[in-house]
């Protein structure tokens, strides 16, 4: 699996990112839909399985660890290890057709293919973008709980006070308020 990180170059990664092995992209133009759209097309090119993380995060402890199984798991669908922050509603793993957010999202080899010519319409923000690409050729993808990764803050250099980011089910967070309960 190959590891990209999406940056403009601004934002210092978090040291948690010294855990993986990851290529950097950057947008150097500012033009955060075009630039992950780009990133996308590189993907698709490549004869491999392909993880794009954002660098605007926190990786959770034993990242690879942990997504690994989850990968294997659904290794042929789409999966977002990040998705809809606020919400607790559901705290599993589920199958789904609405995709947002794209902090960290795995591509099984080859999936990009199916969609990325429904993605050269640009769109209010590339995450509605690839929903829509999605729907249109009925794929469905898995949204992890809880997530891997936390988003540094609540602001976005990309979407700045649109909306908050910082997750309720992120899972070093899920696993110390449970050790609390637990009295360890």
């Keep these: 699996m190959k590891i990209f990180v999406l940056t403009n170059g601004v934002r210092e990664l978090d040291p948690s990112y010294q855990q993986i092995v990851y290529s950097l992209y950057v947008d150097i133009y500012n033009q955060p839909h075009k630039c992950y759209l780009d990133l996308l097309d590189l993907a698709r090119k490549e004869d491999d399985d392909v993880l794009i993380l954002e660098d605007d995060l926190i990786l959770c402890e034993n990242f690879l660890d942990r997504i690994e199984p989850v990968i294997e798991q659904y290794k042929d669908m789409i999966i977002n290890f990040f998705w809809e922050p606020l919400r607790n509603v559901k705290k599993t793993t589920i199958e789904s057709k609405y995709f947002c957010y ?13 969609f990325y010519k429904d993605l050269l319409t640009p769109n209010f923000s590339y995450a509605k973008n690839i929903r829509q690409a999605l729907e249109k050729n009925e794929i469905s993808f898995v949204n992890v709980r809880p997530h891997y990764v936390q988003h540094i803050g609540d602001d976005s250099l990309i979407w700045p006070g649109l909306c908050i980011r910082r997750s309720r089910m992120f899972v070093d967070d899920v696993e110390t308020k449970e050790g609390d309960n637990d009295g360890r």
Excluded: H, S
């Design 102 to 114: 794209t902090q960290c999202v795995y591509y099984p080899k080859g999936i990009i293919n199916k």
